[in-house]
């Protein structure tokens, strides 16, 4: 079983406009991380945001928010006022393993956005 | 901060030949690397982890004598495809994750900017 769910292959958004990407995750750990990458078509991964599973609030970077549902073991990615440059593929990866022991990284199949004028 | 480099950003050779790609921390130790492979509009996948000092752990599947790794220094691990071949050929990715063994290290592990490698 996936470990990593991202439903949505392609997503279109019209610039200044909110959008959201989808990611699901099944893990038996109780100590877990989750991530937002951000890979434009020169290749490069950049970090975007990180939600730790005892985080009791939404993390949020600048235009970027994760509405993490640990119940129902989603963290979707909120992008607000898209912007031309967003359109990239957008990775979820979750670590799993206790804080300070092992650290094992798993990525999503990812999502194309592309923002359009 | 957390910068991390790769060399060569791409590479072409020919088939048998070996090729060593680096990875290095700019601004930070790091007990711990990570080795990814990534083909065209796919997801990363995790070939090893590279840990300075000791042996690097592969995940199942990546063969440890066709991708060798080896994490010198707390800055920088290499990976050598030996006797590549045209299916060897592909985006590889290294990212590291910043603190030492012992220490409260970083959640976030940083990417390189990765490998184009061609075999022909």
């Known amino acids: 079983a996936q470990k990593i769910t991202q439903t949505q292959p392609g997503m279109f958004v019209q610039e200044k406009e909110a959008v959201t990407l989808d990611c699901t995750y099944d893990t038996s750990d109780q100590s877990y991380g989750l991530f937002w990458y951000k890979q434009p078509s020169s290749g490069e991964m950049i970090f975007l945001i990180y939600?730790?599973?005892?985080?009791?609030q939404n993390a949020t970077e600048g235009r970027y928010s994760l509405n993490f549902q640990k119940a129902r073991k989603s963290a979707n990615l909120v992008i607000s006022a898209s912007q031309l440059g967003d359109s990239a593929m957008y990775f979820c990866?979750?670590?799993?393993?206790?804080?300070?022991?092992?650290?094992?990284?798993?990525f999503g199949r990812g999502t194309s956005l592309i923002v359009h004028p | 901060g957390a910068v991390v480099s790769q060399h060569p950003s791409w590479v072409i050779c020919k088939s048998g030949t070996s090729v060593k790609i680096e990875c290095r921390s700019l601004?930070?130790?790091?007990?711990?690397m990570f080795w990814y492979r990534q083909f065209p509009k796919q997801s990363l996948m995790l070939m090893a982890t590279?840990?300075?000092?000791?042996?690097?752990?592969?995940e199942q599947g990546v063969e440890k004598d066709k991708f060798l790794i080896n994490h010198a220094s707390l800055t920088l691990s290499t990976l050598t495809v030996t006797s590549a071949h045209p299916e060897d050929s592909s985006f590889y990715i290294c990212s590291a994750r910043p603190g030492l063994a012992g220490e409260d290290r970083s959640e976030t592990q940083y990417f390189g900017p990765g490998t184009r490698l061609l075999v022909l």
């Open positions: 601004d930070f130790q790091a007990t711990t």
């Open positions: 990866a979750m670590r799993e393993g206790a804080t300070g022991g092992s650290y094992i990284p798993t």
């Open positions: 590279s840990n300075e000092g000791s042996k690097a752990t592969y």
């Open positions: 939600q730790g599973s005892y985080d009791e």
